[in-house]
């Protein structure tokens, strides 16, 4: 499990990440506090913030959380690219 991604452990779990590197702490980047409608569904975020449900990846590698159920609840803040810097950043490789 390491071609194109690495391998790590995390608690009791077995990450593999397929790494995207989007810098961090842009000045554009958004603040999303998770509210009971998005908690726990990284896909519904990533809907909101991009248009596509298929960018829950984004949601989760960006602030390197592995466990939804523990880390995605409600009052959680979270960080992440702004919708112009992440399309430009992900169809720029």
């Known amino acids: 499990m390491v071609q194109g ?8 779990f077995l ?6 590197e989007i810098p ?3 000045v554009t980047d ?17 809907y909101k913030l991009y ?3 298929d960018y ?3 949601v989760l590698e960006y602030n390197n959380i592995v466990d939804v159920n523990e880390e995605l609840g409600v009052g959680v803040i979270l960080t992440l690219p702004s919708y112009d810097r992440a399309m430009y ?3 720029n490789d």
Do not use: C, H, P
């Open 24 to 26: 961090r702490d842009d």
């Open 56 to 58: 829950d990846w984004l």
């Open 89 to 91: 950043n992900l169809t």
């Open 5 to 12: 991604g690495t391998t790590d452990v995390v608690g009791n």
């Open 51 to 53: 248009g596509r449900d």
């Open 15 to 20: 990450g593999w990440w397929e790494k995207r």
């Open 30 to 46: 958004v603040q999303f506090i998770i509210t009971a409608d998005y908690a726990f569904r990284a896909d519904k975020i990533s």
